[in-house]
């Protein structure tokens, strides 16, 4: 126990001191935080300007119904509209003509837009909307609305029913989804699919960066041969078990730190989100302690099944190159799990996920990805951790029998055929 | 071979060697009386390959044993089984009067051929991990290191990384990690190669040390000449057999004075003598000879007078350890 404590312990802490890990443990959560908040402070400035547009009405008589139309307030209640004038041309000679000044004063900047009503508009044809900076296309939701509005209102008009106020007719009507979940309803905007996201992928990122780590660690100690001085003070099984932890000590302490800091950006982050993005109504994002701990549970038992397999592999080959060609496999079932994610992420419960996520090498993706979906029922989560601990015995014996052998073996990396001899040795 | 061709100049040194109390060794439960390793009948298989066979020896304590062979005669294989790095498939192995074992693992100091410590890792550091690998407290293991250091003149480099040591100061430091904990039984695997003969003689003088403090040393190496100067007994393997073992001495004394080592200049003409000469290994400046069986050496000393060589070294004496080594293997792949 003493010498598997002390292999646990360099290991760990060899890893720790070093710039990489330093960097990548605080710089992550830095970048993120900054890649998130960046373009909300950008667009939040941009989306703080009332928007000035003028209407060149080629149809006639729909220009005062626009502008009526266009009665969206900023955050910060000013207009998001404010039409400076109204242009009805009788023919195509004058409608030239307006279009060319109008164009004039948006490339001067008095205007910041234009919008082009056409003549056939009843008849379905487009109006376009003339401006300078593509920033204004968010814009273009709100007037589609209010053309479409003026024009029902004319044809209503021509049906020979009149409207008085338009604006009131058409208000719409918003739809908002909103989660039940144990803790109350919560209102949905999307925050739960980024969760899911944002939990898979530092589950996607740890298990591989991990992986490969304790890959590289295992061939590091063959190639500078020191493997062999150790196997002469301690078992090889130690010395794998050892490396096993003392990688995951690692890994798990990145991850703790990671969706601690991400967790804390998701809960209190909306409030800096808040603070720059004038446009307020932060979506505040929930990860609930339950999604918190499955992760990490998932993370560690997902993490010794496949750090296990990439061991073996880094005990199989004797230089960087093979061992490019070993740790395919593993890295492909890695990504493979995550590729299910748009198919989880419409039908979390179908039977076909709850197959999928039960699947060891899927469970640790998958799993954290149900949970933040929607959380499955306790006998799936229940069964799909006594599946990986079984299999993770398994390959976790299998492993250390190809990592006793092959610490010990140079030169060609061995067939599948040499490979099951190995399982034979003694 | 010749025999100065190893040689380690005088070098003050200064006792680093923890003070052990007489009796240390029994303390351990280790007797002194017994052979210090012992195969029986031991043979390891992989797959085809019968990389020991049926090979029994023992080594005596207190010794220096050379465990001689060509390349891939089994060697490493024995060494990893005395280390218990690989079970044997038949026979039996006593390492210091118990079953190869964890425990025994403690009992053992390796110095593997191929050379190896973590790169990236601070020279103090790495020996204080291994160190408490076998069974040091981390504070004795760090007493330890410090004191070591400062013997091999390492000490400036103790919290350098080890990838920042020439290759002889990181077999310096590798020796160390081998006998910080004074082990019972120390294997050195080609000790001496890479170090300058100041280094050569230091590490040589603390493995005389340890062995007359009680360590038994197995030597493994193909340099004959420093077999011939340190070992005490040899067992010399090929195929995974065992085809000659004993004491060095009384093996040499069964081969006879049957060798001339002859310096001259002039013509070597009196050497052409089918009749007197089986073979002649020439050096440069000097020459061995192989007398045939009831060869007369004077009559090879006439001839060369006759012919007009100037003799300045002529000399019977018995078979280098070389042509021992070359005679017996050759003979069992004829």
Known sequence: ?????????????????????????????????????????????????????????????????????????????????????????????????????????????????????????????????????????????????????????????????????????????????????????????????????????????????????????????????IVEVLVSSLRPFQLLAGKLLGVAAVGFTQYVIWTVSGGLLATYGAGVVAAFSPQGSPEKIHIPISLLVSSVIYYVAGYFLFASLYAAAGAMVSSDEEAQQVQMPMTLVVVLSFLFFPFIMRNPNSTTSVVLSLVPFFSPILMTMRIALQMPPFWQIALSLALMLVTTIGIVYLSAKIYRVGILMYGKRPSVVELLRWLRYT | MLENALTFPAVDVRTALPARKPGWLHDQGIGTHMDAVVLEKVTKRFDSLTAVDGLSLSIRPGAVFGLLGPNGAGKTTTLRMIMRVLVPDEGSILVLGQPASDRTQDLIGYLPEERGLYPRMKVREV????????????????????QWLER?????????????????????????????????????????????????????????????????????????????????????????????????????????????????????????????????NRFGAAVEVKLRPGADPQEILRAAVSQGARISRFELIEPPLNDIFIEKVSEVHA
């Open chain 1, 1 to 225: 126990m003493r010498k598997l404590w002390l292999v646990v312990k360099r290991e760990y802490l060899t890893r720790v001191r070093t710039k990489g890990f330093i960097i990548t443990t605080i710089a992550l959560p830095l970048l993120t935080m900054g890649v998130l908040l960046l373009p909300l402070f950008i667009v939040g400035r941009q989306a703080d300007e009332t928007v000035k547009i003028a209407i060149l009405d080629e149809a006639g008589g729909l220009a005062a119904v626009i502008a009526q139309s266009l009665e969206r307030k900023l955050p910060s209640g000013k207009p998001a509209f404010q039409v400076t004038r109204t242009v009805e041309t009788p023919g195509p000679a004058e409608n030239e003509k307006a279009r060319q000044e109008l164009r004039a004063e948006v490339s001067r900047g008095e205007l910041d837009a234009f919008l082009v009503v056409p003549k056939d508009v009843l008849a379905g044809k487009a109006a376009t909307l003339h401006t300078r900076s593509l920033g204004e296309i968010g814009l273009a939701a709100s007037l589609r609305r209010a053309v479409g509005n003026a024009a029902i209102a004319r044809r209503l008009k021509d049906q020979g029913i009149r409207i008085e106020n338009p604006g009131d007719l058409f208000r719409a009507v918003e739809v908002t989804t909103v989660k039940v979940t144990k803790e109350g309803d919560v209102e949905e905007k999307g925050q739960t699919f980024a969760v899911a996201m944002g939990m898979a992928l530092v589950l996607y990122t740890t298990l591989l960066v991990y992986g490969l780590a304790t890959l590289r660690s295992v061939l590091e100690e063959k190639t500078t041969r």
């Open chain 2, 127 to 146: 020996l204080v991990f291994l160190a408490a690998l076998k069974g040091l407290s981390e504070r004795e293991s760090t007493r330890r290191v410090g």
């Open chain 2, 152 to 280: 091999l003149v390492l000490a400036a480099w103790a919290e350098k990384k080890i990838i920042d040591l020439s290759k002889g100061m990181q077999q310096k430091a590798q020796f160390i990690a081998a006998i910080i904990h004074t082990p019972p039984l120390l294997i050195l695997d080609e000790p001496f190669t890479g170090l300058d003969p100041v280094n050569a003689a230091l590490v040589k003088d603390i493995m005389l040390e340890l062995r007359d403090q009680g360590s038994t040393i197995i030597l493994s190496t193909h340099r004959m000449e420093q077999v011939e100067v340190m070992c005490d007994s040899i067992c010399l393997i090929n195929k995974g057999r065992s085809i000659l073992a004993g004491d060095l001495r009384s093996i040499k004394q069964s081969y006879g004075k049957n060798t001339l080592r002859i310096e001259y200049s002039g013509q070597g003409d009196f050497l052409e003598q089918p009749a007197l000469v089986e073979s002649v």
